[in-house]
């Protein structure tokens, strides 16, 4: 497409949270190229797959404004003052929390960070973002405990460690080429990998030990093997002593727990979880890689303490090798929380009740962000027509991610005002009142920030379609008209609102946009520092103490409980397909290889209910039903089914509950009760 000017400039995938670097590479194709990940430019489907989006011929190119119920296309002066009338109607009337704002983990730093500046010179800290859904909760437990939710560790140094403890994650499928050129290696070099998982995947096949523990008894799992830990001796007593406090508690807490009963009620077998436990406590180097199969339930924020027990008792955290590694799922998912797309914190994660940091931000701004937490986004969902009058949805797509979707639907409809900018007609799109035509990845620039804490570049590779704008010009444009102070929106391009970023954002301190170039910078960098830092805690935790505290856990039972012959669904991803499905399903290579969903189901669910492979079969919950091809697998764990939310058919989301972890607020997508049929 000529009009389009494509051309190859190393930019970053748009997909998981990786951060392998892309160029287009002709003939409407995106390539790998050596980038700061990946020095060998490998990519996996979705990342060779990611331009088919860019010139789809679905893509919004006009903006939309609903006139009695239907679409009309209009200008942008139109659409940008109606969203701009009707958003101050609402907060004249109804005050400025009345207004929920969803930013993006899938957009950059600088267009994250305009956004939740409008929400908050608007008067409200009800932003907030996807990580909602993914590490809310690690990211509180780890917070708590160290000071920071990060990956404590890089890539690079977990490449030698001797031992990976995997749980609920599958990164040979959601991490590929962290798999590949990262873990592969360790294991080639003699580490081991401990697989905890409800099923057998790519990761399994690579583990020397599996433990496909029931979902929501992660906790009797994980306190059995530090109970195995202190019975053997196995505490690195020396680091225990120095870095951490709370032993003589959690000892007690553990003297209650029965290694043969908790591995009974977790569903694995008590010799396993001896080895397991073994395993990582004899290793020089232990690092643990958490998904959201450990994150995702209601007592998910517990889950995660209970694994940070096991890392404090055996000296594994401050070395390299080592450490509590959650991996994240979006190109941007990190930064988003950085730069404070979150409803409690400002950039660089500090309190909004913080006076000191509302003061530092009121410096640059002219004006003070609001002193009171603001909504979740999962609590903001189920207070739509109520607390909630309008809605501004940047580049997500709740009406199928959230838990209980169809409920969710429905209260957009409650409200009074939504405006949504992406890429296309998405599921959220069907209840707007405007709609605002962005920009995908290949026509912005830009930084985001992977996995290990590393920020990059994004740099253009087409020219942007029909009339559809940059995103962080249309944001721009939004915080001059919405907010008094109108020149605190007036940047010349990312850089000018990165280096903004830096002098608010205390571990992006010592960056700069040209330092970045095509390398990357990792936080935290004080102001004061050569580079960024790659190993956290090795002296101090980053909450500024020698010490973090062992903590007891207790479990409590799934929120969404099974009776009778009910099944435990649990949802994720595939290699192929990325959250929604709202970019890769328009994809054809990616259809080709994976164009429907199915249920994974054990042969002996199956057969006690008469189905078989490839059968159509009705999932039911509380919430929804849903119909979905059976896929009649020994590799998943009996009494549990599992199948993605890449789908708008089956919509998983339309099963999942509406039960949140009390912390976090984070939903419990890994156990849904559901009854299994044919129709
Ligand atoms: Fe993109 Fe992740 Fe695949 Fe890399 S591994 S190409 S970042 S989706």
């Not at 004061?528 to 020698?546: N, P, W």
Request: glycine share 8%; hydrophobic share 35%.
């Amino acid at each position: 497409n000529q009009d389009r000017n494509p051309r190859a400039e190393q930019t970053v995938c748009p997909y998981c949270g990786v951060g392998c670097t892309i160029q287009y590479a002709g003939n409407g194709k995106a390539t790998g190229t050596a980038g700061p990940v990946n020095t060998k430019g490998e990519i996996c489907p979705k990342g060779g797959a990611a331009y088919d989006v860019v010139e789809h011929e679905d893509r919004l190119t006009e903006p939309l404004v609903r006139e009695n119920g239907r679409f009309a296309t209009a200008p942008w002066e139109t659409a940008l003052s109606r969203v701009t009338d009707r958003l101050t109607e609402i907060i004249d009337q109804h005050g400025s929390d009345a207004v929920e704002f969803f930013a993006s983990s899938n957009c950059t730093n600088e267009e994250n960070y305009v956004l939740q500046k409008i929400a908050r010179m608007l008067g409200t800290n009800n932003v907030d973002n996807c990580a909602r859904l993914c590490h809310s909760s690690t990211v509180a437990a780890m917070s708590e405990r160290f000071g920071a939710g990060a990956m404590t560790n890089t890539l690079d140094d977990l490449a030698e460690t001797d031992c990976l403890l995997v749980t609920g994650a599958n990164p040979a499928e959601q991490h590929p080429v962290i798999f590949r050129s990262y873990f592969v290696p360790a294991i080639r070099n003699g580490a081991t990998l401990i697989h905890i998982d409800q099923r057998e995947t790519d990761t399994t096949n690579a583990a020397d030990i599996h433990l496909d523990v029931r979902p929501g008894y992660d906790i009797q799992l994980l306190n059995s093997m530090a109970k195995v830990i202190l019975d053997e001796e196995l505490v690195d007593e020396s680091f225990v002593e120095e870095r951490t406090t709370g032993y003589a508690d959690l000892t007690a807490h553990l003297d209650d727990v029965d290694i043969g009963s908790g591995a009974d009620v977790a569903g694995v077998d008590p010799e396993t979880v001896q080895e397991a436990a073994r395993t990582y406590a004899e290793a020089d180097r232990a690092a643990i890689i958490t998904g959201m199969g450990m994150s995702q339930h209601a007592c998910g924020t517990d889950n995660v303490h209970a694994l940070l027990n096991l890392a404090l008792l055996t000296g594994n955290v401050g070395r390299p090798g080592t450490g509590v590694n959650p991996l994240r799922g979006q190109n941007n998912v990190q930064g988003a929380g950085d730069i404070g797309a979150l409803p409690s914190v400002l950039p660089g994660y500090e309190p909004v009740t913080d006076p000191d940091a509302r003061q530092r931000v009121a410096d640059e701004w002219g004006v003070e962000p609001p002193s009171e937490p603001g909504l979740t986004e999962t609590t903001a969902t189920h207070q739509f027509g109520d607390e909630i009058k309008a809605a501004v949805v940047f580049g997500e797509n709740p009406a199928v991610t959230e838990p209980n979707a169809t409920s969710v639907g429905a209260g957009f409809d409650e409200l009074d005002f939504c405006v949504v900018i992406d890429l296309f007609e998405t599921a959220t799109v069907d209840h707007a009142d405007v709609v605002l035509p962005g920009s995908s990845w290949a026509e912005k620039a830009g930084t985001v920030t992977n996995t290990d804490r590393r920020v990059m570049r994004m740099r253009p590779n087409a020219d942007l379609p029909g009339n559809a704008r940059r995103d962080l010009d249309i944001l721009t444009d939004l915080g001059q008209r919405l907010v008094d102070q109108s020149d605190a929106f007036d940047y010349d391009g990312p850089e000018a609102v990165f280096e903004e970023l830096t002098r608010v954002n205390p571990l992006y301190a010592g960056m700069s946009y040209d330092g970045i170039g095509d390398s990357f910078q990792r936080w935290p960098f004080p102001a004061d520092a050569d580079s960024g830092t790659d190993v956290l805690h090795t002296e101090t935790f980053a909450s500024g103490e020698q010490t973090a505290s062992l903590a007891p856990v207790s479990p409590t039972p799934p929120a969404d409980a099974v009776t009778g012959e009910q099944l435990v669904l649990t949802t994720g991803r595939v290699l192929q397909h990325f959250n929604s499905g709202a970019l890769t399903r328009r994809s054809e290579t990616l259809m080709r290889m994976r164009g429907e969903d199915v249920l994974e189901i054990h042969p002996d669910d199956a057969a006690a209910r008469g189905i078989e492979d490839g059968d159509t079969v009705v999932v039911e919950s509380e919430r929804g039903s849903v119909t979905v091809s059976a896929a009649v697998t020994a590799t998943i764990r009996p009494g549990v089914v599992f199948c993605t939310f890449h789908y708008l058919d089956p919509l998983a989301n339309a099963l999942t509950g509406d039960a949140l972890d009390p912390v976090a607020e984070i939903p419990e997508y890994k156990h849904s009760a559901v009854e299994v049929r044919t129709p």
